[in-house]
C-alpha cells in the first residue's frame, strides 16, 4: 500500500529540490502476513509475552499502530534538506473514516499554493483518509525537527518521523567526515546488488 502520484508530464521534472512523500495511516499488525513471525521476533527481544492470545479488546489494540510511509516511532529514512531549498512535500492520509490526522511540522511552515494564485502559509494541516494535499516550504532553521499526528493516540503509538534541515554553509562535505567525527577506521562498504 501507498502512494501515486499523477501529474501532468514533466511537471515533476520541472521543479528541482528535494521532494518527499508521506502516506499516515493506522494500521493492524493482526492482518499481516508476517504476524506469527513478528510475535516470535518480538517476544524475543523482549523476552516477555508482547501478543495477549485471548480475543480482547486489548489484544487487538497491542496489533494496531500508525504510522508515516508504514514505519513507526521515526524510523522514516533519509529525509535531509537544506536550509532555504526548497522542499515538495506531498502528504496523504489512508485508512478508513476513523482515521483523520491532524500533520503538525516542527521549526518550520509549509506553504500552501492555492488554484487562484495565493499562498497560505501554515505550521499544521489537516488529512482526510484518501486526500492528498502537496505543500512546499523554504526550510529557514537548521536542526533536527519532528513531523507527526496531533491525534495523541495516533502520535503514541508510532505515528511521527524526523527530517533534518542543514545549514549548507557549514555542511559542505558528507555528514560527520568534516567534522572528523567519524575517522576512515570507521568506515565500512557492502554491496548492494540484489
Not at 529514512?77 to 526548497?86: D, N, S
Not at 576512515?184 to 554491496?191: E, I, K, M, P, Y
Request: with cysteine.
Amino acid at each position: 500500500m501507498g502512494v501515486v502520484l499523477t501529474c501532468h508530464r514533466d511537471v515533476l521534472d520541472k521543479k528541482p529540490g528535494h521532494r518527499f512523500v508521506l502516506a499516515f495511516t493506522t494500521f493492524d499488525e493482526s492482518q499481516s502476513w508476517f504476524q506469527e513471525e513478528n510475535k516470535k521476533s518480538l517476544a524475543l527481544q523482549s523476552q516477555t509475552q508482547i501478543y495477549d492470545e485471548t480475543p480482547s479488546k486489548r489484544a487487538h489494540l497491542c496489533q494496531l499502530l500508525s504510522g508515516v510511509n508504514g514505519r513507526v516511532d521515526g524510523s522514516v529514512p533519509g529525509m535531509i534538506i537544506f536550509a532555504g531549498k526548497e522542499v515538495t512535500w506531498h502528504l496523504m492520509a489512508l485508512g478508513s473514516d476513523q482515521d483523520p490526522h491532524h500533520i503538525h511540522f516542527h521549526g518550520n511552515t509549509l506553504l500552501l499554493r492555492t488554484g487562484g494564485g495565493s499562498t497560505h502559509r501554515r505550521g499544521s494541516l489537516h488529512l482526510y483518509p484518501g486526500i492528498g494535499v502537496t505543500a512546499y516550504m523554504i526550510p529557514m532553521t537548521p536542526g533536527l525537527w519532528l513531523v507527526h499526528c496531533l491525534n495523541g493516540d495516533h502520535f503514541s503509538v508510532g505515528m511521527f518521523a524526523t527530517f533534518l534541515v542543514l545549514n549548507p554553509e557549514v555542511c559542505r562535505g558528507p555528514l560527520g567526515l568534516q567534522s572528523g567525527l567519524i575517522k576512515d577506521s570507521q568506515l565500512t562498504a557492502s554491496s548492494s546488488d540484489g
